[in-house]
Structure formats: C-alpha cells, structure tokens
C-alpha cells in the first residue's frame, strides 16, 4: 500500500516538474511570436511605455491658449505594453492576449497609428476629424518626407477606460484615432516608414498657430 502511495507521489512530483518548464516555454513562444526582442517587451512597465511613447506641445495666440495637445505612438513596443496592460485587466488567456497582439501588429504593418488628446477653449476649435477643420495635420520624417493621414475619426472607447490606460485624457478634451500610411509613395511602394528613418513628427498646424510633436525612432523597429 505504501509502495504505491509512494508511487503515485512520485508521479504527481514529476508532472509538476515537467510542467514548470513547459509554462515557462508557452510563455516564450508567446513572446518569439510577436517579432520584438525579450528585452524591449519587458523592460519598465506599462506606464514607462506609455511615457516614452507620449508627446505634449500647447498653441498659444500671444498670450492666450489655443490648444492642449497630448498624443501617443503607437510603436511595436507600446504596443505590446499596452495589450499586455488590457490583458491584466481583462485577464485575457494567454492565446487571448497572443492573437489580439498579432492583429495589433497586423494593423501596424499597415499604417502607424497615433492617439492624439485634444483640448481647446474654444470648443468650435477642436474640429480635427472634421473636412472643413482649421488646422491641417500631417506627418514628417528626418528625410524630408511627408504624408496626410488616411483617416481621423474620434475614439469610440469610453472615456472610462481611456483615462485608466491614457491619464492625460480628460472630461474636457477629446481624443481623436490618427492613422497615416507607412508608404508615401504607391507607385514605388516607396515606405514612408523604414530603418533608416530616425525620427518623425507630428504636425498640426493653422491660422491660430502651430505645434510639433517629435518621436525617435531608432528603437521603435
């Protein structure tokens, strides 16, 4: 009786045994599957992430306020940051969480996308997804190239949880989805966005002034 109390002991130990590496594997092929490095997606946090891949610049008329700007890129590694922080809070699986960040990245390949917060005075100024708006907007890159967005439409999440993931995000402002093409050439399917660009800005600009937001890109690829 004994002999096979210890048995099926022993049994139990070597599954347990088996099973801590296998997770620990899982767990990797997760990470082999998205196509950035171990340490890019583990290092610092989500709130690092976000801090890094956030931009803020004002307008200012002489003295007077115009605009309140505060967007975020969203580069490989945000990305992964982010759908690892909705994954916590959702407590998504593990395949969960693995395919919607193989449709994050999916989309990323397509074109970049950019979270832009927005608050002005004046409420008529805040118009950027309108096609009779004020300010122009547009991208720009270190080699002097530059391209118009696809698409500005006004984020449909809840104003709840964008300011769980985004603080800066308030009753007051609004937050508009930017997504632009990464080739800017389609004859030559020439990309806008590639290794050797170094840096991009985010411009937007009108009458009542201008603002510039800058992202280094040598780590984002």
Same mark, same amino acid.
Do not use: H
């Given at each position: 009786?004994?002999?096979?109390?210890?048995?099926?002991?022993?049994?139990?130990?070597?599954?347990?045994?088996?099973?801590?590496?296998?997770?620990?594997? !899982?767990?990797?092929? =997760?990470?082999?599957?998205?196509?950035?490095?171990? /340490? %890019?997606?583990?290092?610092?946090?989500?709130? @690092?992430?976000?801090?890094?891949?956030?931009?803020?610049?004002?307008?200012?008329?002489?003295?007077?306020?115009?605009?309140?700007?505060?967007?975020?890129?969203?580069?490989?590694?945000?990305?992964?940051?982010?759908?690892?922080?909705?994954?916590?809070?959702?407590?998504?699986?593990?395949?969960?969480?693995?395919?919607?960040?193989?449709?994050?990245?999916?989309?990323?390949?397509?074109?970049?996308?950019?979270?832009?917060?927005?608050?002005?005075?004046?409420?008529?100024?805040?118009?950027?997804?309108?096609?009779? !708006?004020?300010?122009? =907007?547009?991208?720009?890159?270190?080699?002097?190239? /530059? %391209?118009?967005?696809?698409?500005?439409?006004? @984020?449909?999440?809840?104003?709840?949880?964008?300011?769980?993931?985004?603080?800066?995000?308030?009753?007051?402002?609004?937050?508009?989805?930017?997504?632009?093409?990464?080739?800017?050439?389609?004859?030559?399917?020439?990309?806008?966005?590639?290794?050797?660009?170094?840096?991009?800005?985010?411009?937007?600009?009108?009458?009542?002034?201008?603002?510039?937001?800058?992202?280094?890109?040598?780590?984002?690829?």
């Amino acid at each position: 009786m004994n002999k096979r109390k210890n048995l099926l002991i022993l049994s139990i130990l070597s599954i347990f045994v088996i099973s801590i590496p296998l997770f620990y594997l !899982s767990g990797c092929s =997760v990470f082999s599957a998205v196509g950035i490095p171990p /340490s %890019v997606k583990t290092s610092g946090g989500y709130k @690092s992430a976000l801090k890094e891949a956030t931009r803020k610049a004002d307008i200012y008329n002489k003295l007077n306020t115009v605009m309140y700007i505060r967007a975020t890129y969203f580069d490989k590694p945000f990305i992964y940051a982010y759908a690892k922080e909705r994954a916590n809070y959702y407590m998504l699986s593990g395949k969960a969480f693995e395919r919607k960040l193989r449709a994050s990245y999916y989309k990323n390949k397509k074109y970049a996308m950019l979270l832009v917060s927005v608050y002005t005075p004046r409420k008529s100024y805040n118009d950027l997804n309108s096609n009779r !708006s004020i300010w122009m =907007v547009y991208l720009v890159n270190n080699e002097g190239e /530059s %391209v118009m967005p696809l698409s500005i439409k006004l @984020s449909r999440k809840k104003r709840t949880v964008l300011k769980k993931f985004f603080p800066y995000v308030t009753d007051w402002s609004r937050q508009y989805i930017m997504k632009f093409p990464k080739y800017y050439d389609k004859t030559e399917n020439k990309p806008f966005l590639n290794r050797s660009v170094k840096w991009i800005e985010l411009v937007i600009t009108g009458v009542n002034g201008k603002a510039v937001l800058k992202w280094d890109l040598r780590n984002a690829f």
